[in-house]
């Protein structure tokens, strides 16, 4: 198996593990996020169920208000491009930003490919809906994947979905034989021998966390119960009725998933939750963009 | 001897990991009654500001301070392990540490994501070859107090230190897959 693409940035991902990344708009929810006990904060101009309900063309935010971010918080900062956008990932990498997230919640900038970052220093932490797609980003140079869901739903169904696929998929890899291996390297467009490491390693070379329509401390546990190895929150903290006591809830039921008596403590009292979708009325299903 | 990863947030499987390739049982803890099953404790990278949290509303906090003035439980700190047991944190937002090791140290010292690297240090404990480590984000330890023995120097500052039955790195062996300084660790 080749070396790792960015061995550092994939170091930075397995030192999230266990933690919440959490979607903020202004330096104060960064504060919030932080204090709430967030792993990293994702800088962005508006959550995605802003984004969904503005609708028009989402971009890079204004490297101003990223900036302001970064400069509240000690905690690693993200930001979200483009798919595809190498400009916009280079401009984030200019403002020494800790991660890049190329993201099907932006709209997409190139209709053939996804951005090669393997001449990148920055990591990039990018979607997944299946095996398949997961390798790709990883063989294009990603330090970390998040499985998709559909974001800014509150609806939890894609993520689990996504997250389950991926492990069935690595599972599966197990019981093929050399022939079957080969079909799946080619048809998925990935290299046979990243194929056969993931089957050796049974799981993915790179740090897998879920997002996509996390919207309780519930959600968070039964995501990390199946296999997650920790979790973005998007929209769900900051449209919730108390953002700061909801992180909190998040923190603790990522960590504490299997203790059913803290996520019933954690889980009392919140408050109302964020509203949400129901995804088979979407006019856009961000988890369709990305090829 | 059973030795337990801290396990709220972090590279906690990588501890696991090298333990495993030492032949030695490990386990997660979480939870008190988790720490009292084990003889020896690691703490792993990750946020110290998130760990640090999740460590008092676990108790463990306590439990942690009193069984090591007990002495009876020797602890191992990579990165922002060596945060939450250094006695004197640096910098903005500053977690509440275990203070515990008679250092002070400067969180996010050496700058963004993009200021990481790795390298080989020379450990003169551990013999002659040198250790590979990666420097993530690392803190510095801007001064060591009494008592505080320097196990390694990076570029004339300490990086891996020693006070009695707590050893703390600002960088991480344990994702280079080195078996070498954990070892030292059981020993001590």
Redesign the interface.
Known sequence: MKPSRN???E??A??????VIMDVVTAEQAKIA?K?????VMALERIPSDIRAHGGIARMSDPALIAKIKKA????VMAKVRIGHTAEARIL?AL????IDESEVLTPADPFHHIDKRPF???FVCGATNLGEALRRINEGAAMIRTKGEAGTGNVVEAVRHLKLILREIRDLQSMNGRALKTFAREQRIPMDLLKHVRKLQKLPVVMFTAGGIATPADAALLMDIGAEGVFVGSGIFTSENPAKTA?AM??AT??FQ?SRLLLKVSTNLGEAMSGLDIASLPVKMQERGW | MTVGVLALQGDVSEHHEVLRGLRVASFDVRTPADLAGVDRLIIPGGESTAISLLLQSSGLFQEIIARHIKRTLPIFGTCAGAILLAKRIEGTNTPKSLALLNITIDRNAYGTQLDSFEERISVPVLGRKLLRVSFIRAPKITATGEGVEILAMHKKVPVLVRQGSILASACHPEVQCEIRLHEYFLKI
């Open positions: 061995p550092l940035g170091d930075l397995r030192m999230l593990k266990g933690g932080e709430a006990g967030a792993v990293s918080v000690t905690i690693p990498e020494n930003i800790d991660f220093k920055v990591p909190r923190v603790e960590t504490h203790d």
